[in-house]
């Protein structure tokens, strides 16, 4: 071996040697003497993750005080039988929007079918019977009680309170089956959300239908432990338990079927978006602990057209009305099933189509 070899071998360090040095000098984002971006890019991911989850906190918390920390009742609807002065004068109020009955009878009829949230009957010269119904929801019911005691006040008569729809005793301020209904929509939401990736990607209409059966499995269980907490282990609830299980059913299928077939058409980032949204707008648009009628004209508008809104409608209608003025409710919860039913299966047409396309022609016989 030359002397120029054996000196440039001499110089090189041994194996043994290099790797404890390597290690030594060796971090995430790659030795100690270059600028890697391991060491940064983690960093980086981490400060836009806590951004945007900060970000999701705080529209959480805009929405929610925005609803629920200034209400005020405004246009209640309101049925009075009683002399035209005594309807012009409730009328002018701003929290009431009157309506002319005959009797007491059509009064009452009026509050037990949700077409008011409550009446003011005179029934004698100095006498009224005011008709409300907790049911409908608690805080319009204090409203109408408050707004009849300063008038029976103003006015020197006797005033009487009559509940047409009271709330379990276990629930008296009425506000358990709305928080029924927050939990059932996240859940039906993420459930939709997971099983979709979980499941795989819908390939056909036959796929498609197992996965729906499946969705509809998911709901019932998660349905029927909500049902068995809040009304057979808690209390709350008011009614038979199977029209209360029948109704939170068909409300999480809506959910769920609607985030999978956006999810299915549009990808999980959009059934991540739906879900956001309906946990932004849906859950205070349903009114919840306040009721529609102290919302702002914002939040009370959305209330039809959220399955918050309308899940929450029908199961009062079961529990306190008879299943009376759940028709509105219905319809909507139909229409979220039915376009994620619809997205759904253009999803797995479309997917069978490409599959079908991309597959070798059969060879010939």
């Not at 040095?21 to 060491?39: C, F, N, R, V």
């Not at 819908?202 to 499995?217: K, S």
């Not at 549009?266 to 956001?276: D, K, N, W």
Request: aromatic letters at 6%; hydrophobic letters at 50%; glycine letters at 12%.
């Amino acid at each position: 071996m030359v002397d120029g070899q054996r000196e440039v071998l001499e110089g090189m360090p041994s194996p043994a040697s290099a790797q404890p040095h390597d290690a030594a000098e060796t971090i995430a984002g790659g030795p100690l003497q270059e600028e890697g971006p391991g060491s940064l890019e983690p960093l980086r991911n981490g400060l836009i993750a806590s951004v945007a989850l900060i970000a999701v906190v705080m529209i959480l918390m805009c929405s929610y005080a925005s609803a629920f920390g200034k209400v005020s009742p405004h246009d209640i609807s309101f049925a009075v039988a009683a002399p035209q002065a005594v309807a012009d004068q409730l009328d002018a109020s701003p929290a009431l929007d009157v309506r002319q009955v005959d009797d007491l009878a059509a009064a009452r009829r009026a509050v037990e079918h949700r077409s008011v949230y409550g009446a003011l009957v005179f029934t004698g010269a100095d006498s009224a019977t005011l008709l409300v119904a907790s049911g409908a929801a608690r805080s319009v019911q204090t409203a109408l009680v408050q707004v009849g005691e300063r008038f029976a006040a103003a006015s020197g008569t006797k005033l009487t309170v009559t509940d047409l729809a009271p709330t379990a005793s276990s629930n008296p301020s009425g506000t358990i089956e709305f928080y029924a209904i927050v939990f059932l929509a996240i859940g039906s939401a993420l459930g939709a959300t997971v099983l979709g990736r979980v499941l795989g990607t819908v390939r056909n209409l036959r796929h498609m239908g197992m996965r729906v059966g499946f969705l509809m499995f998911f709901t019932g269980l998660l349905s029927l432990a909500a049902t068995v907490f809040v009304d057979g282990v808690y209390g709350a609830l008011a009614g038979h338990p199977v029209p209360l299980f029948a109704v939170l059913w068909g409300y999480t299928t809506a959910i769920c079927l609607a985030c999978t077939g956006v999810a299915a058409r549009f990808g999980t980032l959009a059934s991540i978006v739906l879900t956001l949204t309906l946990t932004v707008l849906g859950n205070p648009s349903a009114g919840g602990p306040v009721g529609r009628p102290l919302l702002n004209d914002f939040y009370a508008a959305l209330t039809p057209y959220f399955p918050h809104g309308g899940g929450l409608s029908v199961l009062r209608g079961v529990q306190y009305f008879d299943g009376r003025g759940i028709a509105s409710g219905v319809v909507c919860l139909v229409v979220w099933a039915g376009v994620g039913l619809l997205l759904l299966a253009g999803a797995a047409v479309r997917t069978g189509l490409r599959t079908r396309a991309g597959q070798p022609a059969p060879a010939a016989a």
